[in-house]
């Protein structure tokens, strides 16, 4: 999707994105990263972090959220995590201006152009991150949850991901109101369309249907109160009467074209009902492509990840510099979604200027990247255990899975390491001649077994076949 008419006067005006760090990996030497793609003044930058398990990327996408805390709150130290990552230096700019973060004993330095500068003087990124792994890579900043720290309930963070901190699953019903709860008739028609959007690609329609009951201890008149806000009466909302209980149903329309209508819908009342336990019970049901409805629960955890991410994302209150953090954002996502991760983030941000930083194991979000604002960072570690960091020169738009594999993630073969160890170990048996008759039998006889599995333009099964042919013969 291209810029808007709008858009055109502010593209060159203004530019942000991270420029170098300098940190130390599980208390090592210290290493450089250079975020060194060409200034153009480009609404968003991408940099993917890949690497083999266990070297750093989360901690390291963890510990920048730490420093850009630590410097916004810098006249009352704070003492800094002990992360498997620890950086020591960090660099970006904003607009013309270079602006630096450097930890010291005494605190987190501040600098702007090379020179020592007081808080009043730096500008700061709002900070986004996300984390779609098992255990939660970010802290938290919803007041409302007991795992939630003072110190990250910053204007400039926001955490968006799926779960809480404690590793403990929070409600999705709660995960799903704090971004709807932003949701009104003043937001642009560009973002309703981009809502609409994010539920029609999960393969669901823009209309939900939220029942509740109220709490035992509710007064009537603050059942009314809560109805009339909810607007039952006026929307003939239907009440589903139950034993002695009477379950209220309230549909909410998302489409783009109903945005006239998103502020009788008063999401947000809905969101401090819930905060404040006047409901007994609330639900949701999300309307399907074929026309039903299914619990909001039941939709599966790719889906709900995306849909949750994208609505945060659309749905930012915040200033015009965005700096995205990802941990892993292809979790539970089926191929052809990990295809288009990137392209939606771009979409969703293209009224700000932001760096995305995503640590990912996805080949598919390396081939994705776009062309001139990105690049694609390898952090590894020695045969010393000492980390490194490589830069891939090329860019890898377009790049195929095979290609991606063999050149960035450097594996030799996509398929079955077992089979590719087994067929060279083989052929080294063979023609070391330390293989006797029968063993070499029975590997033909399995070999031959797995080749009838493989397509006919398979290399492998033309090697199988060829030393099946030369050995017979």
């Not at 800094?80 to 660099?91: D, G, M, S, T």
């Not at 979790?331 to 009224?351: F, K």
Request: proline share 3%; net charge negative.
């Amino acid at each position: 999707m291209g810029f808007e008419e709008s858009d055109a006067s502010n593209l060159f005006d203004t530019d942000f994105k991270l420029l170098k760090i300098k940190a130390s990996f599980m208390g090592r030497d210290f290493v450089d990263i250079d975020f060194n793609m060409p200034t153009n003044n480009e609404r968003c930058y991408h940099s993917l972090l890949i690497g083999p398990n266990g070297v750093g990327k989360s901690s390291l996408l963890r510990d920048i959220i730490d420093i850009f805390i630590e410097a916004q709150s810098w006249s009352r130290y704070l003492r800094p995590r002990k992360n498997a990552v620890q950086i020591k230096y960090l660099e970006y700019q904003i607009n013309e201006n270079v602006y630096a973060l450097e930890r010291s004993k005494n605190g987190c330095l501040l600098f702007k152009n090379n020179k020592s500068v007081e808080y009043d003087d730096m500008e700061f990124p709002m900070i986004i991150a996300s984390s779609m792994g098992l255990f939660d890579k970010f802290p938290t900043n919803n007041s409302n949850s007991i795992s939630s720290s003072s110190r990250y309930n910053h204007k400039n963070y926001c955490y968006v991901g799926p779960k809480a901190s404690s590793n403990m699953f929070m409600s999705k019903m709660n995960i799903l109101l704090r971004p709807l709860s932003k949701i009104n008739s003043s937001i642009s028609i560009k973002d309703a369309k981009y809502i609409e959007n994010a539920f029609r690609h999960i393969g669901y329609e823009p209309i939900l249907l939220f029942e509740y009951d109220f709490s035992q201890s509710l007064s009537k008149v603050d059942k009314r109160l809560v109805n009339k806000t909810l607007n039952v009466d006026s929307l003939e909302l239907e009440k589903i009467e139950t034993g002695n209980k009477c379950i209220y149903q309230t549909p909410m329309n998302l489409s783009a074209y109903n945005i006239e209508n998103f502020d009788s819908y008063n999401i947000f009342q809905l969101y401090t009902y819930r905060q404040n336990r006047m409901f007994s019970k609330l639900k949701c049901k999300i309307k399907t492509s074929d026309g039903t409805f299914i619990d909001f629960d039941d939709i599966s955890s790719g889906e709900f990840n995306l849909l949750i991410m994208m609505l945060n994302i659309i749905l930012l209150d915040s200033p015009n510099h965005l700096l995205v953090l990802l941990d892993e954002p292809e979790i539970s996502q089926h191929p052809n979604w990990q295809i288009d991760i990137v392209g939606m983030l771009d979409e969703a941000l293209n009224q700000y200027h932001s760096h995305i930083i995503t640590a990912t194991h996805s080949h598919f979000l390396v081939s994705n990247l776009p062309l001139g604002r990105s690049e694609v960072i390898d952090i590894d570690k020695d045969k010393n255990g000492n980390v490194t960091i490589e830069k891939i020169l090329q860019s890898t738009y377009g790049w195929s899975s095979e290609e991606v594999l063999l050149k960035v993630f450097k594996m030799a073969t996509d398929r079955s390491k077992y089979l590719a160890e087994l067929v060279g170990e083989f052929l080294q048996a063979l023609g070391s001649d330390t293989i006797t008759i029968d063993e070499v039998k029975n590997k033909l006889s399995f070999l031959q077994q797995v080749s009838t599995n493989l397509s006919e333009v398979d290399p492998m099964k033309k090697v199988i076949n060829s030393i099946v042919k030369e050995f017979n013969s």
